[in-house]
């Protein structure tokens, strides 16, 4: 009698390709710096080679790098809202606004899994100089607009500064609730960011509750922002995802190299 092989053990699978992963957030570095929501998010991501991103990290870091060998490149559009410094004083008009980044993996010496911005284009003029020159992170100015109805949204931006002209427009209508896949959580819980300010690399820790994710179709996309980033995707889009959003609060930053 021929033998039939047992179903793929997909529980175990999930569990091997996040071994070791902190999908849930490390303790934050106190004080809290910032409490903010991000909300109207979705999430476009790409596989890239990790060799074809020579010379994009700061020192100290590198490429993260998934199960399947591969690392990504994200466009994440949303809206930010209810940002407070600490967790106690509302920033009125500067402290919500709409944002569209494009934002790779990264890792450091440390271990600490995070995201390394390629830009971030941002409707308010005044956070462009702030947060270059505070936090080393390179916020564009933008035109930007967003619009929903129903379960469709779109989001639209045309840069306004530097290299005026860069357009990204994406459409989506939004689907029901997933669980998300091992690589769908190791993009989206990410507990960081990595910088370069001042000549040294830093770590800039945050801590938000898991995404609520649902499924999400694209109905239109034409983006100039990912190509612009010097990023070349190497295969094809992965589903994309919508969430309603989140509160997250950041620490303090701390030294890289």
């Known amino acids: 009698m021929t033998a039939i092989p047992d179903p793929p053990d997909t529980e175990s699978g999930a569990t091997a390709a996040l071994a070791g992963y902190p999908v849930t957030p490390p303790p934050l570095r106190l004080p809290v710096t910032f409490d903010q929501r991000w909300a109207e ?4 991501h790409w596989p890239v080679r990790p060799e074809s991103l020579d010379g994009m990290f700061p020192p100290g870091t590198r490429p993260d790098i998934f199960a399947d060998g591969m690392t990504y490149v994200g466009l994440v559009p949303f809206r930010m809202s209810k940002t407070k410094l600490t967790t106690a004083v509302p920033i009125p008009y500067f402290g919500a ?5 494009v934002r790779l993996y990264s890792i450091d010496e440390a271990g600490r899994h995070g995201v ?20 080393g992170i390179p916020y ?3 035109r930007m607009r967003m619009t929903s109805s129903a379960e469709r949204i779109t989001y639209h931006s045309v ?11 994406l459409t989506i209508t939004i689907g029901d609730l997933v669980e ?6 190791w993009l989206t819980a990410r507990w960081g960011a990595h910088t ?3 000549g040294r690399t830093w770590w800039v820790p945050n801590e938000h509750e898991p995404w609520p994710l649902r499924a999400a179709t694209i109905i239109d996309l034409d983006d100039e922002l990912i190509e ?10 992965l589903r994309a995802l919508f969430s309603p959003g989140v509160r997250t609060r950041f620490g303090r930053p701390c030294l890289v190299r």
């Open 140 to 142: 564009s100015w933008a």
């Open 97 to 101: 606004f709409l944002e569209t980044n």
């Open 41 to 44: 998010v979705s999430f476009v």
């Open 228 to 237: 612009a980033s010097g990023v070349r995707p190497a295969g094809d889009r």
């Open 159 to 169: 840069r306004r500064w530097p290299r005026r002209g860069l357009r990204s427009q």
């Open 196 to 198: 370069r300010k001042a």
């Open 180 to 185: 998300p896949t091992p690589l769908e959580t």
């Open 116 to 135: 390394l911005f390629r830009s971030l284009e941002t409707a308010r003029m005044a956070v462009v100089p702030l947060t270059r020159l505070v936090l």
